[in-house]
């Protein structure tokens, strides 16, 4: 039997330190691309082989989501998050020491595991300690944390860069996590409530041997893009859903016979809102995550501009985005998925008019022009990424949070890895129709993004439209009576 921390006075300080963990495991997705010329350079490596450090960390990261969510359910997330967190620390240091390329894409598929591990522990600690209206704004901060981190990536590594002079500098791009990792461990040592964990039962090694192969085949020509894996490993697409079908059907086998699946299926099926907002979460995070690389390739290649430059130029994205989160986190109990459409009309608005604004304006000033549509689109991506965690979790037991979380997450992950190789390969691609006219490229990528972001808006609406048949006009409460949350 979990019990419940609910009543923990330390909880909003303990989500903090959670906070700061996911905020660095996150960060490490885009952080380390602007430092990738230097490591080439230094470390005598290929360009292929330089490329999986940023690879390799979010392949990994994917991996180990649901896997490592399961296990938090059974032995306790508070003993998982600080394993993972010090095993971060530690890879972090590794990765910052590399003397080889070798050396550095072991040290990032190590850290991207750690990162997997310790991200669904996140969630499932908030759907632990939090309750009700609390828990929408425990979420609005994480959902601030997951749009800040993955947007300050570029500006963040860019700054660095500036401030470590030298070839060695991009090795700090690595140590920073090490005082902040460590100050999050000593206080989430300190903080995170300790809890009896859940019903061990046993961790089904088929469902997670059929999950990773799938989940591999699947994102293995993704992140291989560059190197020619679309055309070469396009075949892997049929493999994975080949294996996911399997895996689906082994889980619904492992739970009619009584057994612990990795994932319950009736999540699904039978948990509402968890499949709406797990497809809405993959839908936008295609859109969202490519079109950082659209925009660094844009200000850095087609405008001159510096890695810290390229990064400045889309901040007010993210400076929107982490205020409207946290709002956002405290509204959705009150409007529901209402917030989240109105949060994609306001991105797809955002990005839609910086396209525009890139497209036609002088190059001198097209990033001072773009700043208030990137504010409004970071507005509206603040009212979907919160709001969606909390509309998709509401109501999964706390038993299943582990493992709820990383499903969730794996989603965020491929949809992710999708976008960052379909959208910089369409801006590649017309920049050599067009011979170099990086206005063009950047307009129709971006735009491509934003449709992705209407499919996402179609599943939005489709569910809000459901929500307000099944409440007689009115938004459902993410209260304590409506989240139907199960203490095991």
């Given at each position: 039997m979990e019990a419940d921390s609910v009543d923990d006075p330390n909880r909003w300080r303990a989500l903090w330190a959670t906070l700061v963990a996911g905020f660095m495991t996150l960060l490490d997705v885009t952080i380390v691309a602007v430092a990738l010329p230097s490591m080439q350079r230094e470390l005598h490596a290929s360009a292929a082989s330089v490329q999986w450090v940023v690879s390799g960390?979010?392949?990994a990261f994917a991996l180990t989501l649901v896997t490592a969510g399961r296990i938090g359910d059974a032995f306790g997330r508070r003993r998982v998050f600080l394993i993972a967190l010090a095993a971060f620390v530690l890879c972090s240091a590794a990765a910052g020491a590399a003397p080889s390329i070798t050396w550095l894409v072991v040290a990032r598929l190590a850290q991207g595991i750690a990162a997997g591990s310790l991200a669904p522990q996140n969630t499932?600690?908030?759907?632990?300690?939090?309750?009700?209206?609390?828990?929408g704004r425990a979420f609005g901060?994480?959902?601030?944390?997951?749009?800040?981190?993955?947007?300050v990536g570029p500006v963040t590594g860019g700054l660095i860069l500036a401030l470590a002079s030298g070839e060695d500098g991009w090795r700090w791009i690595f140590y920073v996590n090490v005082p902040v990792g460590l100050v999050a461990l000593l206080l989430g040592a300190r903080l995170l409530p300790r809890v009896a964990p859940g019903p061990r039962g046993r961790l089904d090694p088929?469902?997670?041997?059929?999950?990773?192969?799938?989940?591999?085949?699947?994102?293995?020509?993704?992140?291989?893009?560059?190197?020619?894996?679309?055309?070469?490993?396009?075949?892997?697409?049929?493999?994975?859903?080949?294996?996911?079908?399997?895996?689906?059907?082994?889980?619904?086998?492992?739970?009619?016979?009584d057994g612990d699946p990795l994932l319950d299926t009736g999540l699904f099926t039978a948990t509402r809102g968890y499949a709406t907002g797990a497809s809405l979460a993959a839908l936008y995070f295609v859109g969202f995550s490519g079109v950082w690389l659209v925009f660094a390739l844009f200000f850095q290649n087609g405008l001159g501009y510096s890695p810290l430059a390229s990064g400045l130029a889309v901040t007010p994205f993210a400076v929107g985005s982490a205020g409207a989160a946290a709002v956002a986190g405290r509204l959705v109990g009150r409007f529901g998925r209402l917030l989240t459409v109105c949060g994609l009309v306001a991105v797809m608005a955002g990005l839609g008019g910086t396209a525009l604004v890139l497209w036609l304006a002088p190059a001198d000033s097209a990033a001072y022009l773009a700043a208030p549509a990137l504010l409004v689109g970071g507005l509206g991506s603040g009212c979907v990424i919160s709001p969606n965690v909390t509309m998709t979790l509401r109501e999964v037991p706390v038993r299943m949070a582990g493992a709820a979380g990383g499903a969730l997450q794996t989603g965020q992950r491929v949809?992710?890895?999708?976008?960052?190789?379909?959208?910089?390969?369409?801006?590649?691609?017309?920049?050599?129709?067009?011979?170099?006219?990086?206005?063009?490229?950047?307009?129709?990528?971006?735009?491509?993004?934003?449709?992705?972001?209407?499919?996402?808006?179609?599943?939005?609406?489709?569910?809000?439209?459901?929500?307000?048949?099944?409440?007689?006009?009115?938004?459902?409460?993410?209260?304590?009576?409506?989240?139907?949350?199960?203490?095991?």
């Open positions: 960390y979010a392949l499932a600690l908030i759907q632990q300690m939090f309750r009700g209206a609390e828990r901060l994480f959902g601030a944390t997951v749009g800040v981190s993955s947007a088929v469902g997670v041997l059929l999950l990773g192969a799938g989940i591999l085949a699947l994102m293995l020509p993704l992140v291989l893009a560059e190197a020619g894996g679309l055309s070469r490993l396009w075949w892997l697409f049929l493999v994975g859903l080949v294996i996911l079908v399997g895996f689906v059907g082994w889980e619904r086998w492992v739970a009619a016979h949809g992710g890895a999708v976008g960052t190789a379909a959208l910089p390969g369409l801006f590649y691609l017309v920049l050599t129709v067009t011979h170099d006219d990086y206005r063009d490229a950047v307009a129709l990528s971006v735009g491509t993004g934003v449709a992705f972001m209407v499919c996402a808006l179609a599943v939005a609406v489709a569910d809000w439209r459901r929500d307000r048949s099944g409440a007689g006009g009115r938004p459902p409460e993410t209260s304590p009576s409506h989240a139907h949350v199960v203490q095991d």
